[in-house]
């Protein structure tokens, strides 16, 4: 008799069964013990580290996936929305909460997608948010950076939002 211990993935059982599921039962048909070893957990990577983000974040298939939606600016107490850079802090801050009630991190986030309009005067403060982002990306607290797009658009749900991002976070358990 031999026994294998199988971790299912939240984010596909299925798919987080079938290889395992299929080594084990060769090894039961030819009455032999796992044909491999079990392999350790295979780290997320990160490759073409630039300035603001990664270019590319490879994602093993043992990762557990966590995606949010996406997030504006909530008013100041003054009734304001703030700037480009107050509404991207204000946005970051929010998902950290998320993110650590959910026991998750910042550091977990692999991917964020921006949405973007322009001030009134026309013009898109893409510094602005770039100076809100990096306080919470690539940072001393938190070294990691997600890969990224932004996209200016004609406009938000909300007329107040200069910007929306959602985010989508991975982390191997």
Do not use: C, H
């Not at 032999?32 to 490759?47: F, S, W, Y």
């Not at 270019?55 to 997030?71: C, F, R």
């Amino acid at each position: 008799m031999f026994s294998t211990t199988i971790t299912v993935s939240a984010v596909n059982p299925a798919r987080a069964l079938a290889r395992p599921l299929a080594r084990w039962l060769a090894a039961a048909a030819l009455g032999v013990g796992m044909l491999a070893p079990v392999q350790a957990a295979e780290a997320i990577d990160r490759q073409g580290e630039a300035r603001l983000f990664y270019t590319t974040i490879k994602i093993p298939a043992n990762a557990e996936q966590l995606y949010v939606s996406g997030a504006g600016a909530s008013a100041k107490a003054d009734g304001s929305w703030g700037n480009m850079e107050e509404q991207a802090v204000d946005i970051f801050t929010k998902f950290k909460a998320t993110l650590e009630q959910q026991g998750w991190s910042l550091a977990d986030i692999v991917q964020v997608r921006v949405f973007a309009v322009a001030n009134k005067d026309g013009t898109l403060d893409f510094e602005g948010f770039n100076r809100g982002y990096l306080q919470f990306f690539g940072t001393a607290e938190n070294p990691n950076k997600p890969v990224r797009t932004f996209v200016q658009a004609a406009a938000l749900v909300n007329p107040n939002w200069l910007v929306e991002v959602e985010i989508r976070a991975a982390r191997v358990p």
